[in-house]
């Protein structure tokens, strides 16, 4: 597969299909978490952890927009 039909085949399993839309409104809930800010060394450890999480709803994200057309970096003037 070209990295163009991953990126099409993210978005017609998490945009297009209804119950794929459904999962991954559930990943957020679940796995989109802000930093910890209060906790010493425990809290780092603990954004660490979230940040682990939060790669993988990144990388969904990312194949959907690039199937949409968005870039992935925006360009600078």
């Known amino acids: 597969m070209t990295p163009e039909q991953i ?5 017609r399993v998490f945009e297009e299909h209804h119950e794929g839309r459904l ?12 930093a910890v800010t209060v906790g010493g060394i ?9 940040s682990g ?3 993988v709803l990144d990388h969904i994200l990312l194949r959907i927009n690039r199937a949409n057309g968005v870039q992935d970096q925006p360009e600078e003037e």
Do not use: C, P
Request: charged residues 30%; glycine residues 0%.
């Open 23 to 34: 999962v991954l409104e559930l990943l957020v809930q679940r796995f989109s978490r802000n």
């Open 53 to 55: 999480h939060r790669e």
């Open 7 to 11: 990126d099409a085949m993210f978005k």
């Open 42 to 50: 425990d809290a780092i450890l603990r954004t660490y952890q979230q």
